[in-house]
């Protein structure tokens, strides 16, 4: 198998790297003559655009702001926002904002050149014409959406999330500034960490798993084991957020060279039906999913526990084992879970014991996703993972 790697053009890291953005674009050989800043309230009244704007001023690049609030966007969200900006003489554009921002910046880009709907570049390998550059800052930690070849679009009618897989959805530069992760509410803090997290060790265990995907997987497994609690039981701690931030991103970047699996493939249906947002759903399901193949997991799973046992003694955290096996790893995800209060409950969602057939058949049509799982689940299978999220009097 030919292992293929790819990343931003550019990674600015580390705190203040914020400020250097400006820079950078007036230093490219195509400097931009009008940059579209989109972002979302939240970061917008904290006043993360409006520095931007001005360090854009000072190096003479014109800008506007398109401050939107956007959760898991449409993509006729998508062909609205375009409507909105796609006549403006922009020539870069830039997404301050977690993943739903990030990806509808990456979108947006390939849409202004390729003269044809989103919908039709859903799947892998179809867009055709490069896009306007981009710049993406994550304010989430996160989707790892800065360094992955990914845009995940929700289409209501169909009650299903898709990718559109392109690498022409690299950006030309991206920015790790922990500070502005700093604002990040303890239930997205939880929720988005658990999700990368997933990334990592989804892209280990995976069969596409190669010796670069395991290099930032192994990395990204150790990095939010000793960040991910700290986090969120104190978001003001920039030395958490950063781990975060990298673990985030070294997690995209497996990803991006190795592919995500079963629950990813799991979660879009209770996105796409149930409106269950990403890292959540993604959190509920990781320790089912891996319980439900340890049998094929266990020795990769026990390399994973040997770096999550890296970071959560250089976090301080007592009573891990010198040698960790596969069932510890299980034990500090269930802990994870409780500490984080991840819901275990579908029917808060209104999620019936009747729509667990329908959800199973969906996820196991995410063939992209599927095909990389290290057990070949049947649609039986899925539905029994399912289950165990639904309170016994109900299931
Ligand atoms: N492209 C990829 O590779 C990839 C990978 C995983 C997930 N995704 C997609 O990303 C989306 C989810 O992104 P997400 O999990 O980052 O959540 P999000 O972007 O939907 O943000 C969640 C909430 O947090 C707020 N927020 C974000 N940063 C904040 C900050 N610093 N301070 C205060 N509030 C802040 C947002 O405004 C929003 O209300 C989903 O659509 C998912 O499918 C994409
Ligand atoms: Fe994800």
């Known amino acids: 198998m030919t292992a293929v790697f790819q990343t931003a053009g550019t990674l600015l890291a580390g705190h203040g790297s914020f400020q250097s953005i400006a820079g950078r674009l007036a230093a490219w050989d195509n400097k931009p003559q009008r940059v579209l800043v989109v972002t979302s309230p939240s970061l917008a009244a ?18 506007d702001c398109l401050t939107i609030h956007l959760k898991e966007p449409t993509a006729e969200q998508i062909e609205d926002l375009n409507r909105r900006v796609e006549r403006e003489p922009f020539d870069a554009y830039v997404g301050v904002g977690g993943g739903s921002i990030l990806d509808a910046v ?43 070849p990914n845009a995940i679009v929700t289409l209501p009618d169909q009650e299903l999330k898709v990718g559109v897989v392109s690498d022409r959805l690299y950006p030309r530069l ?8 700093l604002s990040l509410p303890q239930e997205a803090t939880a929720a988005t960490g658990m999700d990368a997290f997933t990334h990592a060790l989804e892209s280990y265990l995976g069969k596409k798993a190669n010796p670069i995907s395991d290099m930032y997987a192994l990395e990204s ?5 000793g960040s991910l609690v700290r986090s969120y039981e104190d978001g003001q701690s920039l030395s958490a957020r950063s781990d975060m931030l990298y673990g985030s991103a070294f997690g995209g970047m497996a990803l991006a060279a190795a592919g995500t699996a079963a629950i990813h493939a799991m979660a879009y249906p209770l996105g796409g039906r ?8 993604n959190a509920m399901l990781l320790p089912h999913v891996l319980e439900a193949q340890l049998d094929e997991v266990r020795g990769r799973l026990e390399a994973a526990a040997a770096a999550m046992r890296q970071g959560l003694s250089g976090a301080g955290e007592d009573g891990i084992p010198i040698q960790p096996g596969a069932d510890w790893a299980l034990e500090q995800m269930a802990d994870w879970v409780k500490r984080l209060r991840i819901p275990q409950d579908l029917t808060a969602w209104g999620v ?29 299978e899925l539905e029994q993972i399912y289950r165990r999220l639904m309170p016994a009097k109900n299931a």
């Open 221 to 225: 497994i150790r990095l939010i084991s």
């Open 106 to 148: 990456k979108l947006l880009s390939v849409r202004r050149t390729n003269f044809q709907p989103v919908e039709a570049m859903l799947g892998v390998g179809k867009v055709i014409r490069e896009g306007l550059p981009t710049v993406l800052v994550p304010t989430t930690a996160g989707t790892g959406a800065e360094v992955t």
């Open 352 to 380: 019936k014991a009747a729509d667990l057939p329908d959800l199973a058949e969906a996820a196991s049509k995410v063939t992209r996703l599927m095909a990389n799982n290290p057990k070949a689940f049947t649609v039986g």
């Open 46 to 63: 904290a006043g993360w655009a409006k520095t931007l704007q001005n360090g854009l001023s000072v190096e003479g690049i014109a800008s």
């Open 274 to 281: 149930f409106g269950i947002t990403h890292g959540t759903a």
């Open 174 to 181: 991206a920015v790790l500034d922990p500070e502005l992760t």
